[in-house]
T-cell receptor, first 112, second 112 residues
Framework: KAGVTQTPRYLIKTRGQQVTLSCSPI?????VSWYQQTPGQGLQFLFE???????NKGNFPGRFSGRQFSNSRSEMNVSTLELGDSALYLC???????????FGEGSRLTVL | TQLLEQSPQFLSIQEGENLTVYCNSS?????LQWYRQEPGEGPVLLVT?????EVKKLKRLTFQFGDARKDSSLHITAAQPGDTGLYLC????????????FGAGTQVVVTP
């Protein structure tokens, strides 16, 4: 069974730009969650989608948004990038009725 | 403020020694997950514990969930260099399965 796939793996942007990250969950998983990981803050929850609906949202500004498609694939978007948005962005999928989440390898975003 | 407190933050041991990592909280969780993460990669799920007092073994790793479902421990017997990594505990609640609350992690280094 293929794991969670995230693209791109690495990207470099400049302040003010926007970025879109993509996530393909494990086949059959309807829940997709996004996390931001930084050395100072650790892993922080961004949002969760289940059957195309946002089910939970973390404490991030409105510049961070996401969506889920009918095939459960998900994208997250960050607009007006700031230096502090540099981080590893992780996508995780699950069945939606347990805490067992399976993570992708992440997208490493560097904002210059 | 970290809802889940992990200790110690860093652990360096010799191959063959035993180690224990602790994960404590004032909150009751519906389930608790342990992950291991290596540099540049996403966290890999090791185990999920659900029932208070539950003990699970995975080869040389033993996981325990506290009776009150607020704390957990991970014990590694006869550590090997391949056990090196960042160990993360994460709690989940029934009404928000995709929203894991992560501890800050314990960096374990096992030297030959």
């Amino acid at each position: 069974k293929a794991g969670v796939t995230q693209t791109p793996r690495y990207l470099i942007k400049t302040r003010g730009q926007q970025v879109t990250l993509s996530c393909s969950p494990i086949s059959g998983h309807r829940s997709v969650s996004w996390y931001q990981q930084t050395p100072g803050q650790g892993l922080q929850f961004l949002f969760e989608y289940f059957s195309e609906t946002q089910r939970n949202k973390g404490n991030f500004p409105g510049r961070f948004s996401g969506r889920q498609f009918s095939n459960s694939r998900s994208e997250m978007n960050v607009s007006t990038l700031e230096l502090g948005d540099s981080a590893l962005y992780l996508c995780a999928s699950g069945q939606g009725w347990s805490g067992e989440l399976f993570f992708g390898e992440g997208s490493r975003l560097t904002v210059l | 403020t970290q809802l889940l407190e992990q200790s110690p933050q860093f652990l360096s041991i010799q191959e063959g020694e035993n180690l224990t990592v602790y994960c404590n909280s004032s909150s009751v969780f519906s389930s608790l997950q342990w992950y291991r993460q290596e540099p540049g990669e996403g966290p890999v799920l090791l185990v999920t514990v659900v029932t208070g007092g539950e003990v699970k073994k995975l080869k040389r790793l033993t996981f325990q969930f506290g009776d009150a479902r607020k704390d957990s421990s991970l014990h590694i017997t006869a550590a090997q260099p391949g056990d090196t990594g960042l160990y993360l505990c994460a709690g989940a609640w029934r009404d928000s399965w995709g929203k894991l609350q992560f501890g800050a992690g314990t960096q374990v280094v096992v030297t030959p």
